[in-house]
DNA sequence: CAGTGGTCTAGACCACACT
DNA sequence: GTGTGGTCTAGACCACTGC
């Protein structure tokens, strides 16, 4: 990366003291231009993807980043705010801008809003884990249009349940595609110990950047009353989530079944 | 407001060339200072909660307002920018900043997440509304705790069904505190065409800001499986909602159970 | 055309963390 | 003290809207 040529205007707008250098340009396009700081954003996701920085540690200070890209460190700013805004880098004052990771005791579980009815904080410690099943199969076709792969691709899934203060609470289900996940054992999940999206980025170098769910009611199978210890007619939250990385590639399929007679699903509407 | 005098180091930190007017301070506290632009943007805050500035009206230009508050156009810039993040304010390049409000096509149910399960628009068209009852009542602990009253205190209680392509789909009990609303009545949310925030917003000068959920799956009790004419075994979704004005202040509480047939709640975890 | 928000710069100084 | 992010300024120019 790091790309010395000069980082400036390459399709039109903004900046008084320019003297645009005009690179890419498809023949005949949209007008299509983005700002100088988009432009920067760009770049910084490419080293994020690359694994050129990797989560936990610092990316290169402000002044150093305006220097290379031969902007001014307004502009490098600005881009660093959006993605930190996004959550994929995290400022720290005095001490430097690092990339986020799933694996800090205080963000744990960023994407599990399931949250106890009374204290709102771990007042039951950690999940007890489970895992029931981590097989290799074949994506169904739901599966596949989830993953953005083609039915029939290998995938891994897995089926695992959480237990709070030893209550059966979550059974999830959940499918990865078999490629980046190359390795993943039963084993490696018992035995990992964190979330298990930390796990995906020190092991796989895949890092979950956001996720969309979609939450129904629904009634148990004979199957998921059996692991979840519940009767035929408790109703369950259905939370199906997408998780992407960067680029908006789906990489996991999850389908969780919530049991929420002491625990509530939390959302803040902004 | 405008408060010509200096806006500037009520407390103490930043900037060059200030010649601190130090006001407020509270005897002993905390060191507690904040930003010029923080504490700008409480000076917006005042004027919108004020009903100064009211929704969908243009608040004064950047330019103006730094020239008001006597800072620099960037610092109003990054006041303005924190409100419109909190969707309290809309920039329209070229046009001017607005007060948002609920009252927009564009963003009609802000705080509705249930979408039918294929094509997230409105292919169905706006909900048919049902005001089932509106009455005055006393608050519940319950009820009184989520709107920081007390309990005994008079509250408006709604209650109402909404359907899409003629299904009954949620069933809404909806609590309000009655001074704020004196005068509603159910002719009045029976014929009033648009979001119910949006009649607040008109009428009662309330404007929501924000909410929190909790999200639950539930059976329906015998008038519940009336209402939404369904069997007593089909699982719900029950959403409680506290919605905010200005200042935190809570000005709504409301439960509603969504049939989740060919509906989902969707939600983005960023 | 004038007015508004949007981008960019260059330089100054403050707050925080580490050494 | 040095280095990092955080705030603030002043001024220039661009992009969009509407008269």
Redesign the pocket.
Known sequence: MVSTANA?NPA???????DAIAVQQTPVQT?A?S?????IKVLLLQSLQSGEWKPST???????LAARF??????V??A??ELAAEHLLV???????FVATHAEHHVQYRFLKLIPDNGNTNSEGPAQRRIIDCKRARASADVARALAIRAGDAVLQVRRVLSFSQVPTILEDLWLPAAPFKGLTAERLTHYDGPMYALFEKEFAVRMVRAEEEIRAVLPDAQQCELLQVGPHTPLLSVERIAYTYNDTPMEMRRGLYLTDRHHYRNALN
Do not use: C, N
């Open positions: 400036s039109m707008p903004s900046m008084g003291a320019s007008p231009f700002p100088l700081y988009q432009q610092a990316i290169p200070s402000e002044v150093e031969k902007v001014s460190q307004g502009t700013r600005k660093i705010d400022r720290r004052q005095g001490k430097g801008t």
